[in-house]
Structure formats: structure tokens, C-alpha cells
């Protein structure tokens, strides 16, 4: 089956501490994207990227940074920079990186992680 | 700036009932709209979109949307609600301004349906 796991589905975190959500896709997409969703304010951009080794922050890029070594693969660590990490992370995935009709491809979502300090 | 806007926090329909989902946007040229549904802590799953062509547009599970140009509206909607039919719904508008990044998609803060039986 083709298709976007996210792990784990639940991580805690200590004050202080970094920690790394994984994203793993299967469908040879080359665009990825990293999304926050708290109550009430739907899904706020963090990261994204078109190809590997390379990124872009999204609208809250701060205290969170990103990798993209492999085409699979969009790791997200949140540092202990970010002040309010707790909340539901969400990893997505597009065909598309070219311009015209190919930016209208259909995004693609993992399950979710939930992240909670403690 | 690309926007969409989701007017009302939640809605409320008995089941068997039409129900609508509202969804307004504001794009610079040609709009790419999106509607996708979230059910209790999972990801995203695509509904339907809007590229061009039909102004009704039909999707997943019996939905269908409808392209208003004038009103600037992408309205979710469905002839009989299902109580499995209560979850979270996004509306999104693709960003089809090339920046150094690519395209991001915008989405709306949601509305949450609730069907009665």
C-alpha cells in the first residue's frame, strides 16, 4: 500500500528537550509539507519541501527545523526554542513541483502525531 | 495575499437533511479550491477539488461542492446527511504564486459538522 506514516502517533516531551517526529512516504512524491494544528485554528504551515536538500520555511518556522536527505523522508525536530510545542503535527505529500495544473495535485496526510510537554 | 475563509464554527444537521459547509476565498487569478475532511485524531483524507471547468464539482462519500466566481464561494454540500458524516472539515485554496519554494496550500480554520440521528 502506498501511502504517509507518521511516528509515533503519541511523544511527550520534557522542558528542555529537542525532539524529532519521523515522516515516511512511499507514493514518489517530491513535495512534503509539515503542518500544526491547535483547536480553533486549523492547519498553520511549519516547513516544506520541493526536493531533496532543500526546504522552506512555512508561516511558523520558529523553534522547529527540518531535514530532507532522501525523497521518502521529511523529519521534523521540534527544539526547545519553540515555546508552546504541544499540539496535533500533521506531514503531507504532493506529486507536484512543476508550475501550471501540476500545482494542483491533491496533498496527501500522514496519521498525526500528538506532542505533549509535560 | 491568497485566503479562504470558513465562516461558521460548527454546524448542525439532522440526519437525512441537505447539509452545507460554507467556504469563501480571495485569490489573484484562477482559483485551485480544495475540500478535505479530518475525523478524531487522524490526518487529512481529500474530498473533491476545483480546477476549472463544471462549476459542480462531485467528490468523495457523496459530497459536492459548487464554484460561485461571483460570490467567491466553494460551498461543501450533500443531499442527506449521514451521522457518519460528523467530522472536521477544510476547506483549502492552493497558492499558485512560485516563490523560491514552490506552492503552499492555504487552508481555512475548519468547520466542524455534527449530524443528529
Known amino acids: 500500500d502506498g501511502g504517509i506514516t507518521q511516528s509515533p502517533k503519541y511523544l511527550f516531551r520534557k522542558e528542555g528537550q529537542n525532539v524529532t517526529l519521523s515522516c515516511e512516504q512511499n507514493?514518489?512524491?517530491?513535495?512534503m509539507y509539515w503542518y500544526r494544528q491547535d483547536p480553533g485554528q486549523g492547519l498553520r504551515l511549519i516547513y516544506y519541501?520541493?526536493?531533496?536538500?532543500?526546504?522552506q520555511k512555512g508561516d511558523i518556522a520558529e523553534g522547529y527545523s527540518v531535514s530532507r536527505e532522501k525523497k521518502e523522508s521529511f523529519p521534523l525536530t521540534v527544539t526547545s526554542a519553540q515555546k508552546n510545542p504541544t499540539a496535533f503535527y500533521l506531514c503531507?505529500?504532493?506529486?507536484?513541483?512543476?508550475?501550471?495544473?501540476?500545482?494542483?495535485?491533491?496533498?496527501?496526510f500522514g496519521p498525526g502525531t500528538r506532542l505533549t510537554v509535560l | 495575499a491568497q485566503s479562504v475563509a470558513q465562516p461558521e464554527d460548527q454546524v448542525n444537521v439532522a440526519e437525512g437533511n441537505p447539509l452545507t459547509v460554507k467556504c469563501t476565498y480571495s485569490v489573484s487569478g484562477n482559483p485551485y479550491l480544495f475540500w478535505y475532511v479530518q475525523y478524531p485524531n487522524r490526518g487529512l483524507q481529500f474530498l473533491l477539488k476545483y480546477i476549472t471547468g463544471d462549476n459542480l464539482v462531485k467528490g468523495s462519500y457523496g459530497f459536492e461542492a459548487e464554484f460561485n466566481k461571483s460570490q467567491t464561494s466553494f460551498h461543501l454540500k450533500k443531499p442527506s446527511a449521514l451521522v457518519s458524516d460528523s467530522a472536521l472539515y477544510f476547506c483549502a485554496v492552493r497558492d499558485i504564486t512560485r516563490g523560491t519554494g514552490g506552492f503552499k496550500t492555504i487552508f481555512g480554520a475548519g468547520t466542524r459538522l455534527f449530524v443528529k440521528a
Open positions: 503531507a505529500s504532493t506529486r507536484a513541483v512543476g508550475g501550471g495544473l501540476m500545482s494542483t495535485d491533491t496533498q496527501y
Open positions: 519541501s520541493q526536493i531533496v536538500n532543500d526546504f
Open positions: 507514493l514518489n512524491h517530491d513535495a
